[in-house]
């Protein structure tokens, strides 16, 4: 049985992030939350974008909001995004970490800390190692990880960086992780 | 609910209450997540792998207890951070205070101070500089000299300059700070108005009779009991009409004082104070 979805993007997510929450259907019972790296001073393009196609709703994270299952939640551009133990939502503008802010590590870290085996970390696209210690630590903590395949993925080096680091249980091209996550959701019923 | 093993929780719980009993900063009602990140890297630096030990570190040790305090409040912010609060001040919030003869602006939490001169370059364009005073505070005394001083890496200054054009600035950023070796300093007549003072949200009281307070990315690091702490303080200490700006993710929506205001700006989280102070409280 799982609670909560954590995903993880960096260059060429925006289209990944597309096909895969296009992929979701309305009663999607998992609680999403995403980290794409963006630039800092980016504004809340990426909602409306991945509003207009995913059936979810899809919004910016606000500090200290609850983590609703069935809803998507973006770490906006400038923040960390963190699950708090009693599961909400929490910000912060520490320093980045691997060179972002939003940080994938950073909500990987605090959401395997409260979902534990609940959990599902999800990496995508990317040309940055970000991300690859949180799922290993999705993993220790007892989580399922999943990793797009890096032969179809527009920027390999990140899911390849997560494959070595967590060794996956997952490893699916792009159009199969949507498809995937609900499968994962009804056996675990 | 996963919960952390209960040994956890009480280490936890003990070094926190360690650190308030031994040094009075209290830091129990800090967001949870972010806290752990910060205790977890200063274990890490104290060389030792449970929490009792950093307890017993912290309590002995004075000068690693200065390093903690230093850590727990590092965060990062540029000058004009979110341009567009600050257009927003400009256009929407200078005119209004401009029907006082004197303003009194709280910044609460104002970390290493780029947003205390960020605002004080702003009214210094719109020529209300002379009219206001800056009271500065922040709960880390190593942060405070930082703001007090207005030496910044040069470096940083690119966005910083962008930052401010984006915000409406008239002039050029570098017409307030003098560049030397890989250092800018802020320019002395923006801190003649500005007085610093230590201030702790956790356990200090009122700061009377403000037009505006800011806050900003500093409630997110609170959890809710202690945001609506916070935000009673700055209820109480703004006059009727008084402005609250918080960060562009914050919001008033849990606290108690809701009530009390109405969005000026709604996006950029800008609140006017529009009810009663309480009485009797």
Redesign the interface.
Known sequence: MFDALVIGASAGGMKALKTVLSGLPRDFPLAVAIVQHMASHSDSYMAEYLAACCPLPVKEADDKEDFRKGAVYLAPAGYHLLIEPDRILSLSVDPPVNFSCPSIDVLFDSAAGVYGSRLIGVVLTGASADGSAGLKRIKERGGTAIVQDPAGAEVSFMPQSAITAAAPEHIAALDDIAPLLLKLCRQAL | ????PDKDRLEIELLLDGIRRRYGYDFSNY????L??RLDYMRDQAKVTRYTELLDRVFHDEVFFDKLLKHMS????EMF?DPLFYQAVREQIVPLLKTFPFVKIWHAGCATGEEIYSMAILLHEEKFLDRVRIYATDFNKYALDAAQNGVYALETMKQNAANYKAAGGKNELSDYYSAGYDLAKIHDFLKEKVTFSYHNLVTDGVFGEMNMVCCR?V???F??TL?DRALNLFADSLRHGGFLCL?????LG?SSVAKLFEPLDAKQRIFKKTGENRKNV
């Open positions: 609910m996963t919960q952390p967001s949870h997540a972010s752990m990140r590092i965060t990062v912010t951070r990315n409630l997110i690091y959890d809710k945001q960060g562009s993710k914050e919001s849990f």
